[in-house]
C-alpha cells in the first residue's frame, strides 16, 4: 500500500511538471506568434499552479507594459514583491525591477 502512495505521489509530480513545462512553451510559442494575449492567459495558468515563477511574473509585466497597462503592470510587480519577502524574505531580481524603472519610484 505505501508503495502504491508513494509511486502516486511521484507520478503526480512528474505529471505536473510536465504540465508547467507544456504551458511555458505554449506561452513562448503564442509569444513568438504575436499573440500576448494568449501568452499572458498561459503565463497566469503557471501561476495558479507555482506562484513562486518570477520568469512567468517577469513575462506578465512585459506583456502589460506593452499593452498600455501599466497599472497592471504595477500591480503584477507588487504581486511578485509581496510573495517573494513573505514566502523566500528576498526581493524580485535587478532584471525583474528593471522592468518597472520609474514607474515605481525606486
Do not use: C, F, M
Not at 502512495?5 to 513545462?21: D, K, P, S
Not at 513568438?32 to 501561476?47: D, N, V
Not at 525591477?97 to 514607474?103: N, P, Q, S, Y
Amino acid at each position: 500500500r505505501k508503495l502504491n502512495e508513494r509511486w502516486a505521489a511521484e507520478e503526480r509530480e512528474t505529471l505536473a511538471t510536465a504540465h508547467l513545462q507544456a504551458l511555458e512553451k505554449l506561452s513562448r510559442l503564442t509569444e513568438a506568434a504575436g499573440l500576448g494575449e494568449r501568452a499572458a492567459e498561459y503565463r497566469l495558468r503557471i501561476l495558479r499552479s507555482d506562484p513562486l515563477r518570477e520568469d512567468s511574473h517577469q513575462a506578465l509585466i512585459r506583456y502589460y507594459l506593452a499593452s498600455g497597462q501599466r497599472t497592471q503592470a504595477v500591480r503584477q510587480y507588487r504581486e511578485l514583491e509581496e510573495l517573494l519577502t513573505r514566502e523566500l524574505g528576498i526581493r524580485p531580481d535587478p532584471g525583474t525591477r528593471a522592468l518597472l524603472e520609474g514607474l515605481l519610484g525606486t
